[in-house]
Structure formats: C-alpha cells, structure tokens
C-alpha cells in the first residue's frame, strides 16, 4: 500500500540532496539520514495510501492497479486511512525534529498529491504538471534538512527532478495507455500516442539536460558540477535524449517502456555523478 519500489527510490533521492549540502564528509549525520530515510518514506507511504484510498473504485478497472490492497479489497478504507494519518502524523513530526522547514516542504508534498494531483489525474492532463511539484520536492528536501534554507542550490535540485518527471510519467502513460483508459485516466499532454505528445516529451528531456548542466556554470551557489561531471551528466542526458527521439520515430509502446526505464537509470545516475563529484573532487 505505501509502495515500497517508489518509497526508497524517493528517499535515494532525499538523501542524494542531503550529501549534497553537506560541505565535508565529517558533517554527515548518521542519525540525520535515518531520519530522513524513515521521515521521507512515511511521508511517500501515506500519500500512495491516500491515492489509492481515492482511488479505489478507478483502481479496480486497471489490470496494473486492480490487485493492490485497498481495491482488491484485503484491507478497508477504514484501516488505510488509519494508516495514512498515523503515518503522516509520524512522518512530520520525525522531519519537524529534524528542521521545520523540511516539515513544511513535506507537508506541501502531502497535500498537493493528495488533494490536487490525485482528484485532478480524471480530469485534466495537466494534473501531471501538478504532480511534478511534490514529485520534485524530494531530491531538494534533503538539501533544505542539513541547511534549513530554500536557496538557489535547492531550487536547482527541485528543478532537476521537476522536469525529469514529464518525459518519465509521459512514457509510462504511452505504454499503459489502453490500461489507464480503463480507469478514465488521460494523462498524455495531448490525450493520445501522436507526434505532438512524443515532441513534448523531447522538448522537456532537452530542457531537464539544459537544468542538469547549469551547475557546471558556477552560478548555482554551493552546488558544483566539475567540468568531467558534468561531461558524464550530459552523456546521460543524451541517452535519454536518444530514447525519447526513438519514441518520436517510432510511437511504440516499446520505445515508450525503453525509455521509462533509461529515465528511471538515469535520475539515479546523476545523482550518483553529482554526489561522487561533490566527495572525489
């Protein structure tokens, strides 16, 4: 139900931003990261609950969805929301320990995909616009946790992750396309598998290259990318540039999943280059 996968992956990339804020290795806490790490997946556990709690009926039309907890019916809606609370409860509270101002990012994470992204993902393709917002509050909250500041080094990190969400939900919603119009969900940016989707889908993957690089520039505070990073983060960024130019070529489902799966490498990839960089330099 707190959809473990996504958890640890968003909790990878808290703890990415935090090791990024951190000016000496000797600054790291250990305790500071277990609380980030069981802060973060408390606040991504009950936001999936919710989701699903609101989404229950939907949920059981789509063959990807219909047998999860709460719509296949082994676990009430009564009981989840019991278990969203308490873990929404313990998850501010655990990151309000460690600075408000991480609470407070983690609580807007909460509300906006509970109560704006979810009730708008029926309704309008622009929910995944919405939905970019609290997607990208991971990777910068670890950041906000060490300094309790939202600087330039945080907003860049919010960016990262903003624009890489598009290209990455665009093509998982390519390929289970006829999966979430059993659940009325149509999340493409232009409601169908055309041109001018997977156009889209290039111009955001070109603008989430250009992002990744600025820090190379030198004008985005303490977050430095060295010259040798960032050729490695444009490598990366060109491999997903590739896969979202066969997805133009081509409008199959598998180029669609080849290149859900090189963005899902690839956000962890950079993150990985950044925080090496950071350490070896």
């Known amino acids: 139900m707190t ?3 996504l958890a640890f992956s968003v909790v990878f990339s808290t703890l990415a931003g935090y090791l990024l804020a951190v000016e000496d290795w000797r600054e790291i806490s250990i305790v500071t990261l277990i609380m980030l790490a069981v802060g973060g997946y408390c606040m991504v556990g009950a936001s999936n609950a919710f989701n699903q709690i609101i989404e229950k009926d939907l949920d059981s039309k789509m063959d990807r969805t219909k047998n999860r907890p709460i719509s296949s019916g082994r676990v009430s809606k009564n009981s989840a929301f019991i278990l969203a609370c308490a873990l929404t409860v313990i998850g501010i509270v655990i990151l309000y320990i460690v600075s408000p101002k991480t609470a407070m990012f983690g609580a807007i994470s909460i509300f906006l995909y509970t ?3 979810t009730p708008l993902k029926p309704l309008t393709p622009l929910a995944v616009f919405v939905g970019a917002f609290p997607g990208a509050i991971p990777f910068m909250l670890g950041w906000v946790a060490h300094t309790d500041q939202f600087g ?3 907003g860049m990190l919010f960016l990262i992750q903003f624009f890489w969400q598009f290209p990455h939900f665009w093509a998982l919603g390519w390929f289970l396309y006829n999966d979430y119009e059993k659940g009325s969900f149509y999340l493409l940016p232009t409601r169908k598998k055309d041109k001018k989707t997977a156009l889209q889908v290039i111009l955001y993957t070109i603008w ?3 992002v990744s690089l600025l820090p190379a520039t030198g004008y985005t505070g303490r977050l430095y990318l060295s010259p040798i990073a960032a050729v490695l983060v444009l490598a990366a960024g060109l491999w997903m540039l590739y896969g979202a130019i066969q997805l133009y ?3 199959t489902d598998k180029s669609a999943k080849t290149l859900m799966l090189i963005s899902v490498t690839y956000i ?3 993150q990985i280059i950044f925080i090496l960089d950071k350490f070896l330099r």
């Open 268 to 270: 962890s990839l950079i």
């Open 208 to 210: 989430l290259i250009v």
């Open 115 to 117: 109560s704006v992204y």
């Open 249 to 251: 070529r081509n409008r």
């Open 152 to 154: 330039i080094e945080a």
């Open 3 to 5: 959809k473990a996968g």
